[in-house]
Every structure is written in C-alpha cells, then in structure tokens.
T-cell receptor, first 114, second 114 residues
C-alpha cells in the first residue's frame, strides 16, 4: 500500500516568481510517481512522470520535479510562474508492478498573484 | 484522436434515484479506471476494468455501486439509490494496457444529489 502527502493545500505566488510544490510518498515497494494538473472544471492532465533513471524529470509548461529516494519526496518546481499556471496540482504514485491504480495526494491549489 | 469522453458532464439526482455515468476511453485503449473526487479532497481509486472484466474493485463501496465495461460501448458506473454523500466528481481514465504507465483522464461527471 502507498500513501501520498501534499502538505500545502494552498500556495500563493507572485507572477514570475519561482514555486515549489511539495510531495512526499510512503510505500513498501518501488513506485512510479506522477504530477497532474487540474484546471477549473476540467479533467487531469499529466505534467510529468518519474519511472526510473535520472532523478530530475522535465515536464510540460516549464515544470520539473526531482525524485529523492532517501527523503521519499517528489517536489514539483517552476522557476518563473505565469497567471495561466493557476490550477490544482496533484501528486500521485503507483506500484512499479502489478496493480496499476493511482494513489493521489489531496492536492495543492496554486494561485498566481499578478 | 479524441480524448477520454465522459457524459453527462453534470448530473443532478434526487435521493433514492439511480445515477448512470458513462465513459468512452481513448481509441485503442482497453483499460478503464474510475476515480471519485469528494469536495476538497484528492482523487480516490474506485475500480479498474478491462473489456468485460473487473480487475480490481477494491475501492468500490460494497453496496449500491457497480461498474461494467462491455465488449461494445462505453464503461458505465452505476450508483443505485443515491444519497447526499455520493455528491462528487467522478473521473474516468484510460490506458492502452498493463505496460503503459500513463492514465489519460476524462473531464469528469459532477454528480449532485439533492
């Protein structure tokens, strides 16, 4: 079984400032990790994923995330945010074998301040 | 290539009525997953289906909820005798198969029980 924790439920950031959204996971087996973005009244869109290999993963819209096994973290970062980044961001994990269901964190609402 | 389609997008039911939510996976995808998002919470896994088979229903409530994915046609999530606590957004995701890591999400059905 896994669990995913997103400690920050809301993060306000000024436009063009950097942002980091935190995600920690707990699992007894190796996991794959994902970040999804949800714009208002829409479904989830995949931003990036970590499967194996390089611990720094680059995704769409200028986002990147770093997998840290010792700290069981997968924090999402962007060096300069835009108004259009205002959305809900979800971290998710799944086993790297067998069961494919995703376990989600509770989400972080990113608000960009003009 | 059309994405995952869900309908209706919004559904209002009175307590005790039945709700039927439909999901058409992306073309070529044979795996379907249903998730529920309660207000102010992350997505919770409900059920994983392949054509004509339920693979994992560990997240489904034991009563009133059922799901199917017939050989032809969309996947259906059925909720009988709805209660106010069933009010949520229900998301469907699809993937091409077991070795594929990403799940592609639909826009969701927002169920309101009055």
């Amino acid at each position: 079984a896994q669990s995913v924790t997103q400690l920050d439920s809301q993060v306000p950031v000024f436009e063009e400032a950097p942002v980091e959204l935190r995600c920690n996971y707990s699992s007894s087996v190796s996991v794959y990790l994902f970040w999804y973005v949800q714009y208002p009244n829409q479904g989830l869109q995949l931003l990036l994923k970590y499967l194996s290999g390089s611990t720094l993963v680059k995704g769409i819209n200028g986002f990147e995330a770093e997998f840290n096994k010792s700290q069981t973290s997968f924090h999402l970062r962007k060096p300069s945010v835009h108004i259009s980044d205002t959305a809900e961001y979800f971290c998710a994990a799944r086993n790297n074998f067998g069961n494919e269901k995703l376990t989600f964190g509770t989400g972080t609402r990113l608000t960009i301040i003009p | 290539n059309a994405g995952v389609m869900q309908n209706p997008r919004h559904l209002v039911r009175r307590r005790g009525q039945e709700a039927r939510l439909r999901c058409s996976p992306m073309k070529g995808h044979s795996h379907v997953y249903w998730y529920r998002q309660l207000p102010e919470e992350g997505l919770k896994f409900m059920v994983y289906l392949q054509k004509e088979n339920i693979i994992d229903e560990s997240g489904m409530p034991k009563e009133r909820f059922s799901a199917e994915f017939p050989k032809e046609g969309p996947s259906i999530l059925r909720i009988q005798q709805v209660v106010r606590g069933d009010s949520a957004a229900y998301f469907c995701a699809s993937s091409p198969g077991k070795t594929y890591y990403e799940q592609y999400f639909g826009p969701g059905t927002r169920l309101t029980v009055t």
